[in-house]
DNA sequence: CTAGGGTTAG
């Protein structure tokens, strides 16, 4: 191919001089519109320029295949790529395969935006095969069809083969642009891919624009280095939101909701406007922190947008996780718009809030109003009916969400049913269920069954389940735990000391209990046997206040949980302690009337910490809210919402 | 003609 017609076949402008223009050599430009509209094949070509960019799409084909009949190159490319906009807004696939075929027959391939639009087409319309075919039989390949082929891969999560033609590309001589690289790095989920990428970015001069800032930002979170991801956004502080989006929507994942939220603030005082994706993640970052005040401030900031339903699923959420299920509710039933996300929200959070049997009434509601559960509903589901011991109903919905609802039980669904059985006290039944599964028991499994045992003292079965952990996860430190207090609690303790023999070999150590609660703007932090707190005086006067009311009500301490093997009163002396009642107590002195107490503790509440929230509340009137790691405790009236079931 | 950020469980 000589200079000149590689010129004609690559340049689009040029390309439509070789048009068969079939105008009369000779025209004088006297009559020039009288010969244009003499001319069946000019009008044809312009009529055809006309409707492939007003459409209608039909008209545009119709004339498309007068063209062809007749054997005529139509008009100018661009009217091509008018045509090709028209069938993807109308979501006629087969409209452009036609269009494929007739560009092909055109020999109009080599103009590269053409074929590149059509492999857009394509992959828009999520016909990959197509595209791969195309791509394959393309004269020409430029940056940009193959950062549509990669982009496309992407999407339906084909990551190693975007990874292979990033290569591949460069390997013909092209170099990626920073489409590719903003593309390519979402295919990165090992830090390892994450560095490659950065380095080649920076090699291209790439790395300081914006989209790929954003990108790498969230390609290191999603790896784990939020230190490097929040380096990469400090090396310059743009304008550009999404920039902005990116790093907090990544510590709010990655559990550091502090950080976000500080960012949040730095962004807001910098002058910029936060968007739905903002708040969301704010939200999300108050969601992990349990800060109920904050996200309300978050609120009523939404309130100034227009409803975004990400947003309003975040919300719901977020009062849901931080124990407001008045305000969760009062949100759920203002939305107009709900989709499976909201539902199933909703449904976990009345069930982790000790209201199973509303979140299966939920469940119903969502069956009637058309919408279907999927994966995550299933696992709210099976939990309601495992955290409110409904057995029956929790086999049913299990044997029935492969029927009813087309999906297939995971390990999730078992884990559930495992639960289910062992907090019944159904032990040999779930060993029995756990045998019959499909697929191996992970960890998980087993741990649920250990908590089983340890509300049901079997120590056998105990010892046996924390084995197949270990086998699994050597030196779990919550095992060796939760093991050496079963062992405890049945006296056991040369297996007690043997087990703390052994963590103290592996260097296991117990993570420490903690709660905390906000007063005021402050949050304070209570751990077991820790008497650093300033109004530690107060604290020990009012507790032991507490303690004389309640015992008038017949509480005695329950030594059940403590860990060593000591005396009846230094054991009563050390669950006095415990961070919950310490964080109760201080909640009292400090509670505005009407209030709920809401308390956080890292750990799960133990069984006398739980009777003393019970009676506290009846006898002081007040409503205490205890999150632990897995559920919620309202205590209100002597009484908990998750009925001493948990 | 090609690109980036947000929501549910365990």
Known sequence: MNRLSRHFTTNPSSRALLLPRILPNHSSGLFPNKILTLNPNQSLIQSFTRLSL???????????????????HAADPIDYLHLIKLCLSAGAADAGRRIHRHLTSAGYLPVLFLSNSLLGMYVRFGLIDDARQLFGNLPHRNVVSWTTMISAFIDIELGREALEFFVWMQRDGIRPNMFTFSSILRACDTLRDVWAMHCCAIKHGLDSDDFVRSSLIDAYFRCGDWESGHLVFNEIITGDLVVWNSVIGGFAQTGHGHEALKLFRQMKRAGFLAKQATLTSALRACTGMVFLEMGQQVHVHLLKYKPDLILNNALLDMYCKCGSLEQAEVNFERMHEKDVISWSTMISGLAQNGRSLEALRIFDLM????????????V?????????????DGWYYFRSMNQLFDIEPGSEHYGCMVDLLGRAGKLAEAVKFIHEMEFKPDAIIWRTLLGACRVHKNVSLAAFAAQEILKLEPGDEGTCILLSNIYADAKQWSDVEQMRKMMRDRGIRKEPGRSWMDVGKETHVFIA????????????????????????????????????????????ESIRYHGEKMAVAFGMMNSTSGKPIRIMKNLRICGDCHAFAKLV??????????????????????ACSCGDYW
């Open 617 to 638: 509340s009846r006898t002081e009137g007040k409503v205490i809210v205890i999150r632990d790691p897995v559920r919620f405790h309202h205590f209100q009236d002597g």
């Open 380 to 392: 709210g589901i099976l939990f309601a009916c495992s955290h409110a011991g409904l057995v029956e």
């Open 529 to 572: 046997g820790d008497f650093s707190h300033a109004q530690m005086e107060g604290i020990g006067r009012e507790l032991e206040r507490l303690i004389s009311r309640i015992s008038n009500m017949g509480y005695v301490p329950d030594t059940e949980f403590v860990l060593h093997d000591l005396g009846r009163e230094q054991k009563e």
């Open 54 to 72: 007003h459409g209608p799409l039909s008209d545009a084909m119709a004339a498309l295949e007068t063209i062809d009949s007749r054997c005529l």
């Open 367 to 378: 069956k009637a109003e058309g919408a279907k559960p999927n994966y995550i509903t299933m």
